[in-house]
């Protein structure tokens, strides 16, 4: 079992950056595959972007392909999601999830985290 911590959310302008990590404890960080969601208010839950074990590969959403990137750092048992010209759109809970196989289907990940609320001003 994994245990998922997110930080890093916050009020951002249309257009800035942030960077939300995932501190994992517990079982090792680099057996599991891990990934971000994220849930807009009256939304389901989205799938954002997801990484193997190694980091070697890397699945992305279409909505937010060349502007977030998924890293993780297994030496840190932790987990980044580098979001850049963020738009209004992108206000929502994010969400890091721990499973064992690359999906973007969240019922793929059996551990989750409490979410971190990133809020895109226009």
């Known amino acids: 079992q994994v245990q998922l911590v997110e930080s890093g959310g916050g009020l951002v302008q249309a257009g800035g950056s942030l960077r939300v990590s995932c501190a994992a404890s517990?079982?090792?960080?680099?057996?599991?595959?891990m990934a971000w969601f994220r849930q807009a208010p009256g939304k389901e839950r989205e799938f954002v972007a997801a990484?193997?074990?190694?980091?070697?590969?890397?699945v992305t959403a279409d909505s937010v392909k060349g502007r977030f990137t998924i890293s993780r750092d297994n030496a840190k048992n932790t987990l980044y999601l580098q979001m850049n010209s963020l738009k209004p759109e992108d206000t929502a809970v994010y969400y890091c999830?721990?499973?064992?196989?690359?999906?973007?289907?969240?019922?793929?990940?059996?551990?989750w985290g409490q979410g971190t609320q990133v809020t895109v001003s226009s």
């Open positions: 990484i193997s074990w190694s980091g070697g590969n890397t």
């Open positions: 517990g079982r090792t960080f680099s057996s599991y595959t």
């Open positions: 999830a721990a499973g064992y196989l690359l999906a973007t289907m969240s019922a793929r990940y059996s551990y």
